[in-house]
Nanobody, 120 residues
């Protein structure tokens, strides 16, 4: 079983910055996908950014140039640096990690979510 703990959310003014972290723990053999999603009230969950094995990244058009996803393989941790935040970035942010365990089974785990609120 693989557990995720995502942290770093909070209240920030428009134009401000936040850094989200998501640490994976458990019997992890390999991680091949790490990503961030978000869900605003009344809306469906949407992809924000992903990073695959190595350094291949992908971003939603709405966050390109403002958000940066990165990973620390030694710590099984993925980060989301969010700059120039806008009120429309307000949402609960969830991390998602996929890979395989030491028993050869695949896993697809989600964090509990962290609230990001951008407001004056």
């Amino acid at each position: 079983q693989v557990q995720l703990v995502d942290t770093g959310g909070g209240l920030v003014q428009p134009g401000g910055s936040l850094r989200l972290s998501c640490a994976a723990s458990g019997s992890i053999f390999n991680i091949n996908f790490m990503g961030w999603y978000r869900q605003a009230p009344g809306k469906e969950r949407e992809l924000v950014a992903t990073i695959h094995s190595g350094t291949s990244t992908n971003y939603a058009d709405s966050v390109k140039g403002r958000f940066t996803i990165s990973r620390d393989n030694a710590r099984n941790t993925v980060y989301l640096q969010m700059n120039s935040l806008k009120p429309e970035d307000t949402a609960v942010y969830y991390c998602n990690v996929r890979g395989s365990t030491h028993w050869g089974r695949g896993f697809d785990s989600w964090g509990q979510g962290t609230q990001v609120t951008v407001s004056t």
